[in-house]
């Protein structure tokens, strides 16, 4: 069974907003290693968010810090990012990175998911 990743929850939201995205793998599935999210603006180069190791340490973006919040519920292959005090530069597309292993250990990537943030 082919492993994969897929987002969801993004959206349309105002200024100060909250949005919550989630992702999860599946497929033949031996353990998921890190699993974080990345975005990218239009004329931009895609940039880290937020990465959880399996294990529960995080490491967040300056420009996120004390707004967003990655979790991740293992026994769902599942990682979360709880996204508050949204501002207009947090508009971009979100994209969902996991490292799987199945027979070996591959990076696999979302397909990716719109969040905008209205003034």
């Known amino acids: 069974q082919v492993q994969s990743v897929e987002e969801s929850g993004g959206g349309l939201v105002q200024v100060g907003g909250s949005l919550r995205l989630s992702c999860s793998a599946s497929g033949s599935i031996d353990s998921v290693y890190a699993m974080g999210w990345y975005r990218q603006a239009p004329g931009s180069q895609r940039e880290p968010v937020a990465v959880?190791?399996?294990?529960?340490?995080?490491h967040l973006a300056n420009s996120v810090k004390g707004r967003f919040t990655i979790s991740r519920d293992n026994a769902k292959n599942t990682v979360y990012l709880q996204m508050n005090s949204l501002k207009p530069e947090d508009t971009a597309v979100y994209y969902c990175n996991a490292y799987i292993r199945s027979t070996t250990i591959r990076e696999y990537w979302g397909q990716g998911t719109q969040v905008t943030v209205s003034s």
């Open positions: 959880i190791v399996r294990g529960g340490g995080t």
